[in-house]
């Protein structure tokens, strides 16, 4: 290449690192022999010279959801932007994705995995891994979290329904553990609490953050034949559509017979009738903030931490006043 383009060997390889030493002319002969010669850059020996493979690792056990989809979109585009390369990886098999994230060539990863125990964690704070997670709230020199503060979320949608003159509120969880689900549970709690209102128990059940088991949980409620509470606080939207879809296959009218209040305000809900009254979450922001939080780590601009987003609740025709 140095004797297609005219120049020495160390001329090429300042060229062709972006070192600025190197006039725009000889550059661009350099860049022009590169092509003719079909030239292909050594990536690998590039990251072992920097100690840097330039790529970021996206851990989570599913993009088919809404939520997922979205913001594995958002930071895809950030990443790009930065001039890193993402590898997106997929299981729901925790030693499977313990032994991806550690034996990978990666210089950090964004993680949305519930799945890893604390111990998990700290095996990869052991081997210096640079994450931020999405979905839990961790904080330590080498990794960070952006959460949504889902316990703020809980308890003002919660609120709300009780100011419309709600008392017999319900509530579909996710499995426990999952972190927006437990928080937006005890804001639930709070909220009932503050306001004087008994916690039922049977009225809280296990919606799994899923359209079709939602439906069958309220269709195995609905059958049983208990007392009905008059709203329904939905852990995801898509929890809340599943609750809807049941409810009219009995033969309830929403939001006439019974409210139902989602999370996330996802994209499908614009087809989605009647209109969900949800809790927008930033999805945006939180892919671009825990983008550039996983870059400062890896570049060594910043120690971990903790951003807790705030949304806001969008009032739509699934609810309506008792008063």
């Known amino acids: 290449m140095a004797a297609q383009a005219g120049v020495s060997i160390s001329t090429v390889s300042k060229a062709l690192n972006d070192i600025d030493v190197v006039t725009p002319t000889t550059k661009q002969r350099v860049l022009e022999a590169a092509k003719k010669l079909n030239y292909v850059p050594n990536m690998m020996g590039k990251q072992l010279k920097s100690g840097q493979t330039k790529i970021i690792g996206f851990y989570t056990r599913s993009i088919e959801a809404p939520y997922f989809s979205s913001i594995a979109d958002v930071i895809a585009r950030e990443v790009g932007s930065k001039g890193y390369s993402l590898n997106i990886f997929i299981s729901t098999d925790k030693p499977l994705v313990m032994n991806n994230i550690l034996g990978s060539m990666v210089d950090g990863i964004i993680g949305f995995e519930e799945l890893l125990t604390e111990e998990d964690l700290k095996i990869l704070q052991d081997n210096n891994i640079f994450a ?20 703020q979320a809980g308890f003002q949608v919660s609120e709300y329904l009780i100011k419309q003159g709600h008392k017999r509120i319900g509530f579909l969880k996710s499995f426990a553990g999952v972190y927006d689900s437990d ?10 609490n503050k306001a004087g209102i008994p916690i ?4 809280v059940l296990d919606g799994n953050f899923s359209e079709t088991d ?30 809807i879809k049941a409810f009219k296959r009995f033969g309830y009218r929403v939001p006439e017979d019974i409210s139902v209040t989602g999370f996330d305000n996802i994209s499908v809900l614009e087809y989605f009738t009647p209109g969900l009254t949800t809790y927008e979450s930033p999805i945006e922001l939180q892919g671009k903030t825990a983008v550039a939080h996983l870059i400062d780590l890896i570049e060594g601009r910043t120690q971990g931490r903790v951003f807790e987003l705030d949304g806001k609740i969008v009032i739509r025709n699934s609810t309506r006043s008792l008063k």
């Not at 928080?183 to 009932?192: D, H, K, S, T, V």
């Not at 039922?200 to 009225?203: D, G, K, L, T, W």
């Open 214 to 243: 939602t439906i069958a949980v309220i269709s195995s409620y609905l059958n049983s034949k208990q007392e009905l509470p008059s709203a329904f606080v939905a852990g995801n939207d898509l929890s809340a559509i599943g609750a």
């Open 183 to 192: 928080e937006r549970l005890r804001g639930y709690n709070a909220a009932l």
């Open 132 to 151: 931020v997670f999405i979905d839990r709230n961790i904080k330590s020199k080498t990794m960070g979290s952006v959460v949504f503060n889902s316990f």
């Open 200 to 203: 039922n128990p049977q009225f």
